[in-house]
T-cell receptor, first 108, second 114 residues
Framework: RKEVEQDPGPFNVPEGATVAFNCTYS??????FFWYRQDCRKEPKLLMS???SGNEDGRFTAQLNRASQYISLLIRDSKLSDSATYLC?????????FGAGTRLFVKA | DAMVIQNPRYQVTQFGKPVTLSCSQT?????MYWYQQKSSQAPKLLFH???????NEADTPDNFQSRRPNTSFCFLDIRSPGLGDAAMYLC?????????????FGDGTRLSIL
């Protein structure tokens, strides 16, 4: 079993749609969780950290479920510019593991 | 404005010819990381420096080495590149290790092997 698993997609959604991604992790001792966004042939960029109580940044909402060992990202009112690969990142303090990413295509 | 700078953006080398990739940062972060990313795969951590302390991942081949001469700079040396080493190499920094320490990435160096 991979340490961090994501549905690779692709998710094809129309503009304005709501889309959700899940990510599961295997190490119950993991401490920090992040979502990164990566555009084609570019570097990953931090989208948001994920906190135990859940957190929101504009159209983006992240949640953490420690009991089930998964994190989620919800994107509301999708824009064309949201098209990218979304990487789940789990950090145990001394080891950072990236998921392989979920590809999102938002179409007009 | 760039805070993590990688040079060059594109590097072409010959099979077996040593190559060095460069990373610099203006963030004064303690930790610097090197990742390898192949197409449609997750970035794979090769090693990181916590200040001057080098931390190698167990599955990183001996062919890959790193140097951090000062806080700002970190180098990735590939001693004898093979065709399988063609990839994007990403440098990242974080202020510290531990909880809630997001990493900031450079633009990456795309390495091609002839």
């Amino acid at each position: 079993r991979k340490e961090v698993e994501q549905d690779p997609g692709p998710f094809n959604v129309p503009e304005g749609a709501t889309v959700a991604f899940n990510c599961t992790y295997s190490n119950s001792a993991s401490q920090s969780f992040f979502w990164y966004r990566q555009d084609c042939r570019k570097e990953p960029k931090l989208l948001m950290s994920v906190y135990s109580s859940g957190n929101e940044d504009g159209r983006f909402t992240a949640q953490l479920n420690r009991a089930s060992q998964y994190i989620s990202l919800l994107i509301r009112d999708s824009k064309l510019s949201d098209s990218a690969t979304y990487l789940c990142v789990v950090d145990g303090g001394f080891k950072t593991i990236f998921g392989a990413g979920t590809r999102l295509f938002v179409k007009a | 404005d760039a805070m993590v700078i990688q040079n060059p953006r594109y590097q072409v080398t010959q099979f077996g010819k040593p190559v060095t990739l460069s990373c610099s940062q203006t963030l004064n972060h303690n930790v610097m990381y090197w990742y390898q990313q192949k197409s449609s795969q997750a970035p794979k951590l090769l090693f990181h420096y916590y200040d001057k302390d080098f931390n190698n991942e167990a599955d990183t081949p001996d062919n890959f080495q790193s140097r951090r001469p000062n806080t700002s700079f970190c180098f990735l040396d590939i001693r004898s590149p093979g065709l399988g080493d063609a990839a994007m190499y990403l440098c990242a920094t974080s202020r510290d290790r531990g909880r809630d320490q997001p990493q900031h990435f450079g633009d990456g160096t795309r390495l091609s092997i002839l």
